[in-house]
């Protein structure tokens, strides 16, 4: 069974770098040739996909957030992280990681995802 735990600074300030990072666990086998994406949910507002990294390393962005996100793997820790530059108070939500066996782009459905983080609350705040 695959688990993902998300962790992060909990408070950012505007115009700093946000990074977060998913840890993954019990990924073998099938599971190690996964997907995995981050999605976040601001407050009263939908999901919003924002990228995702396959198991070879290939990334994919939404085209609103390319300029400014970044998503890696570190294989040696289990996790994958995201990097999100110049942070504004409209990127406070919950991030959420997530993983899938087939590639999702775009798509924040999630039915669609096999596996799917808590989440971890993201206030960008003076």
């Known amino acids: 069974q695959v688990q993902l735990q998300e962790s992060g600074p909990g408070l950012v300030k505007p115009s700093q770098t946000l990074f977060l990072a998913c840890t993954v666990s019990?990924?073998?086998?099938?599971?190690?040739?996964?997907?995995w994406a981050w999605i976040r949910q601001p407050p009263g507002k939908g999901l919003e996909w924002m990228g995702v990294?396959?198991?070879?390393?290939?990334?994919y962005y939404s085209p609103s957030l390319k300029s400014r996100t970044s998503i890696a793997r570190d294989t040696s820790k289990n996790q994958f992280t995201l990097q999100l530059l110049s942070v504004t108070p409209e990127h406070t939500a919950v991030y959420c990681c997530?993983?899938?066996?087939?590639?999702?782009?775009?798509?924040?459905?999630?039915?669609?995802?096999?596996?799917w983080g808590q989440g971890t609350q993201i206030t960008i705040s003076s």
């Open positions: 019990g990924a073998s086998g099938p599971t190690a040739f996964y997907y």
């Open positions: 990294i396959s198991y070879t390393g290939s990334t």
């Open positions: 997530a993983a899938s066996k087939t590639l999702i782009i775009g798509t924040s459905d999630k039915k669609l995802y096999d596996y």
